[in-house]
Structures are given as structure tokens and as C-alpha cells.
């Protein structure tokens, strides 16, 4: 039986109008030396093959990308682990925007995708949705049996946050949040950040910051 299929998501085509732009203009350039415009041309060619090839599809266990490369299924299980970066875009200082970049990884598999996938803000949330479901019930049992969930060099637990050899319990917390790319903690009584850490080496966000803040919202209660 086939595979039901949720979405499915393509390149956006303004990379290659941009990259289309920039060979015409070379070849233009260069029009007085054929291997050079042939080059430019063959190269126009495979860069839209390339784009038309390349999709991401997401099925309710799998996400799966195809491209000229062949393609690449990752499972999605307790194993599954998604990452997010998003990248501030500048022109001559002034913000222009954000460029989005997702990894999804399950042992030796792995797809990574960013802003030139259309829709890329609808994947990234659907992919939210996923990593919550999939995680449920692992974050259950967590809470269920006082055990630490790794979130690749963060743990946490119902004592505290672990991050490689600092430790901070939710009453030593001060604040906590994301600033500039990176997450941050600050403790009680010190100065400052306690530890930052960019958001792209936390696997798994969504679960992350819902565990913490069910743990620190316990602490809350008297």
C-alpha cells in the first residue's frame, strides 16, 4: 500500500532567475569565447534540471528528499532529531530579512534544507508538529520516571539543566530565552550570561523549551 503523502515542497525559483541572470550576463561578457558561453549555458541547464528534480515530501513517518543526487528517506522515531537556524539577512547593513536552514537527522540519515525551499516557514511548522508528536510520549515517560532527556550537550531533568560540566537548578534560574541565534541561561546572583549555546546545536527545540518551562512552571508551584 502506498505511502500516504502530506506535502510536498519545491525549490523556489528565485535562486536560479538569479543564477540564470548571472551566466547570461557572463556569457554576454564573453561572447567573443564559445567554450565560455557554452560552459554557461550547459551550466543554466543543469541548474534548472537540478531545481525541478529536487523536492522535499513529507509523509506522517518519513520525510524523504528526492534529488539529481538519487534520494534520502529519514525515518521519524524517538531517534529523530530536528534542527533550526535562522541566519539575519543584510544589504550594506541595513536587515533584509532571514534565511531559514532545517536538518533532520536520524542516525546515519539525514536531509538538510533551507530558504531556497518554497514554503519553507509551513515545512519548518508542519516539521514542529511532527518532533512533538513523535517525542510525546519519550517526554512522558521522562517526567514519569525522573529521568534527564539529552538535547544534544543540554540534559534536563526534573533537577535542573545540565550543560557539559555546569549544572543549574530550575531555583538558581533567573531567566532563560533565545537572543540573536543563540539560547541562554542566566542564574540567580550572577552577572551576565551563566552559558550561551546557538540554537543549531540544539537538537529538537519545540520538546526543549516545553520540557523547561513544564519544569520550571513545577517549580512555581508551591
Known amino acids: ?38 560552459g554557461c549555458f550547459i551550466l543554466l541547464i543543469l541548474i534548472w534540471i537540478w531545481g525541478f528534480k529536487e523536492k522535499i515530501l513529507l509523509y506522517p513517518h518519513q520525510l524523504k528528499k528526492e534529488s539529481l543526487f538519487g534520494e534520502t528517506v529519514v525515518p521519524f522515531n524517538a531517534r529523530t532529531e530536528f534542527y533550526y537556524q535562522f541566519v539575519s539577512v543584510s544589504v550594506s547593513f541595513v536587515p533584509v530579512g532571514q534565511h531559514t536552514y532545517i536538518t533532520v537527522k536520524n542516525g546515519p540519515h539525514k536531509v538538510k534544507m533551507n530558504s531556497n525551499i518554497k514554503d519553507i516557514e509551513a515545512l519548518r511548522q508542519s516539521l514542529i508538529q511532527v518532533e512533538i508528536a513523535v517525542l510525546k510520549s519519550h517526554v512522558e ?7 534527564s532527556l539529552d538535547f544534544g550537550v543540554l540534559k534536563v531533568s526534573a533537577v535542573g539543566v545540565a550543560y557539559r560540566n555546569k549544572m543549574l537548578t530550575y531555583a538558581e534560574i533567573e531567566d532563560f530565552g533565545v537572543e540573536n541565534g543563540e539560547f541562554y541561561m542566566k542564574k540567580i546572583g550572577v ?10 546545536e540544539i537538537p529538537n527545540m519545540s520538546t526543549f523549551f516545553a520540557l523547561l518551562e513544564y519544569y520550571f512552571q513545577q517549580k512555581l508551584i508551591p
Do not use: C
Open 1 to 38: 500500500m502506498a505511502k500516504r503523502q502530506i506535502a510536498v515542497y519545491r525549490q523556489s525559483y528565485i535562486l536560479r532567475i538569479m543564477a540564470t541572470a548571472v551566466l547570461l550576463f557572463i556569457a554576454f561578457l564573453s561572447s567573443s569565447h564559445g567554450g565560455v558561453v557554452l
Open 141 to 147: 515517560q521522562s517526567i514519569q520516571n525522573k529521568t
Open 191 to 200: 552577572r551576565g550570561h551563566f552559558f550561551k549555546i546557538s540554537i543549531s
